[in-house]
């Protein structure tokens, strides 16, 4: 039986347990294409899934973002990580089914699609599901609108890159946060109008910045910025939440919602219209992905243990 190589977890654990592996080839079938990929991008949910939260069948392949070459055309794709099923919700790819740290993948012909403009394979890896994630919470949760302020925690995640992308391609103004100066400075070489560091004064700078508050706050990180969150967001604002990686059980503070009138809003991946939103954006050149660093498909500890200690700044890229 032909075999390819892929990195695999047979038990729950830290990066000890992703084995580069020969593994049988994946199989195409109705309504499906194979992908020979050339590069794999690293998400949270990688990280989250290879510890059992959730904890899923196994051996599984890891790894939601990927791109390379559609085998029965030759053409250079990009693959969207969320499959729509009939009832409407959404399957990851990595998560409910084998993902893309791997040499061969079968995926729906419906999640192909042509890798935007001059984008290299590595780039291609690194927009889908953070960039549909953010567009999610930007616009179709937010209701994002020109002109508007958005705060965006930890610029060195990739949904916040991502989100400082969209949110400058579609005419907002950005204040960015990070522990880290050097973060920071980065940021603002992307675009950003604003940064400061999450350890400082983020609720005084906010007033003093915007006179008045932010309208969107992207918030991922949870109990240790939730707080702020609430404080700086402006009278109607919107705070979007889509993890927490300080953990989901902040103090409630009900009485700043009901007093700016806040709408809390949860969102989660995106839908084929939100991908091909955030695809347009990109394929126009009016929004691109941050690479962090592309390592060798061999290095996928290397790789996890970098993510999880949030030293990366944009998307971290496995090259095939």
């Given amino acids: ?16 347990v992703l084995v580069l592996e020969d593994v049988p080839d994946p199989v195409a079938g109705p309504g499906a294409v194979l992908v020979r ?14 510890k059992g939260l959730p904890s899923v069948p196994k051996p599984r392949i890891l790894g939601a973002d990927g791109a390379g070459i559609r085998v029965d055309t030759g053409e250079r794709v990009v693959i969207n990580p969320g499959i729509e099923a009939a009832n409407g ?7 409910h089914g084998d993902g893309t740290n791997a040499e061969l993948i079968a995926v729906p ?5 042509p890798i935007p403009g001059d984008l290299t394979f590595e780039e291609a890896a690194a927009f889908p599901l953070v960039f549909e994630t953010a567009y999610r919470m930007l616009v179709t949760r937010a209701g994002l609108r020109e002109g508007e302020w958005v705060l965006l925690w930890g ?9 400082l992308a969209i949110a400058r391609a579609l005419g907002a103004r950005t204040i960015v946060t990070s522990t880290s100066d050097a973060k920071l400075a980065r940021a603002a070489e992307l675009g950003a109008d604003f940064a400061v560091r ?14 008045r508050g932010v309208d969107i706050v992207i918030d991922h990180v949870g109990e240790a910025t939730w707080r702020t969150s609430l404080d700086v967001a402006a009278p109607g604002g919107r705070i979007v939440v889509c993890g927490a990686t300080s953990g989901p059980n902040p103090p409630a503070a009900l009485h700043r919602i009901w007093w ?23 394929a126009s050149g009016r929004a691109r992905p941050v690479v962090d660093e592309v390592l060798p498909l061999a290095e996928i500890r290397a790789a996890h243990e970098r993510l999880e200690a949030g030293e990366q700044l944009g998307k971290i890229v496995l090259s095939i």
């Fill in 37 to 50: 990929l050339h590069a794999s991008g690293l998400n949270h949910l990688d990280v989250w899934t290879r």
């Fill in 155 to 163: 610029i060195g995640s990739g949904v916040s890159t991502a989100g």
């Fill in 89 to 95: 919700t959404i399957h990851v790819i990595g998560e």
């Fill in 109 to 113: 012909a419906t999640n192909v699609y």
């Fill in 1 to 16: 039986m032909p075999r390819v190589k892929a990195v695999r977890i047979h038990e729950d654990g830290g990066p000890e």
């Fill in 198 to 211: 999450t350890d400082g004064d983020v609720k005084a700078f906010v007033k003093e910045t915007t006179g």
């Fill in 260 to 282: 700016k009138q806040l709408s809390i809003l949860g969102s989660t991946m995106g839908t084929k219209n939100d991908f091909e939103a955030a695809y347009e954006l990109v």
